[in-house]
């Protein structure tokens, strides 16, 4: 059975940067695509982004680009989620996200998502 | 910026049927955009019920169906329980099914 654990709660000052790792056990990690999904207090759920390990390449949402950096280790099985320049509407719970993937004309696209992790709280004040 | 919307809030009543919608700022959302559907109850991770429209989770309880309804996402609850009293959220994707949008949630109450 597949499981995604996530790093510890973190407290980080406005401008740093915080990394939040996603540890999977169980199955495959190269079979996997990891997304990074957040949420603020109170709000809805904000896709942040996607990554295939085994390709390297992520995605991310417009709204992030530029401020988020999202990569994985094979060896260890482990996906990472870094934000840098940190500001007070940052302050969310952070989950990593198992996507089901799949393969079309040589081009990958994801249809589901299904394991999460339990979540980080990233908590960004002075 | 494309966006998911979904109604506020549901009231149903036990046992009550309840459908809940998912619709896209770009237009008619189509089994292209995966629609997917997750609960989420206070305090915890979201659950993952529905993939690709209208496949369920080897967890997700027979009562759960998505389908596709007068151009939006759909989720059917029926026969509901007063333990499906949470928080839905619908998420479409986008850019050649390569980057998510979640919808704005549907807070569904059991009364």
């Known amino acids: 059975q597949v499981q995604l654990v996530q790093s510890g709660a973190e407290v980080k000052k406005p401008g740093s940067s915080v990394k939040v790792s996603c540890k999977a056990s169980?199955?495959?990690?190269?079979?996997?695509?990891i997304s990074w999904v957040r949420q603020a207090p109170g709000q809805g759920l904000e896709w942040m982004g996607g990554i295939i390990p085994i390709f390297g390449a992520a995605n991310y949402a417009q709204k992030f680009q530029g401020r988020v950096t999202i990569n994985a280790d094979e060896s260890t099985g482990t996906a990472y989620m870094e934000l840098s320049s940190l500001r007070s509407e940052d302050t969310a719970v952070y989950y990593c996200a198992r996507l089901l993937r799949g393969i079309s004309a040589g081009t990958y696209y994801y249809y589901g998502m299904d394991v999460w992790g339990q979540g980080t709280t990233v908590t960004v004040s002075s | 910026q494309t966006v998911v919307t979904q109604e506020p809030s549901l009231t149903v009543s036990p046992g009550g049927t309840v459908t809940l919608t998912c619709a896209s700022s770009t237009g008619a959302v189509t089994s292209g955009y995966y629609p997917n559907w997750f609960q989420q109850k206070p305090g915890q991770a979201p659950r993952a019920l529905i993939y690709s429209t209208s496949n369920k989770h080897s967890w997700t309880p027979a009562r759960f169906s998505g389908s596709l309804l007068g151009g939006k996402a759909a989720l059917t609850l029926s026969g509901v329980q007063p333990e499906d009293e949470a928080e839905y959220y619908c998420l479409l994707y986008y850019g050649g099914a390569q980057l998510g949008v979640f919808g704005t949630g549907t807070k569904v109450t059991v009364l």
């Open positions: 169980g199955g495959t990690f190269t079979n996997y695509a």
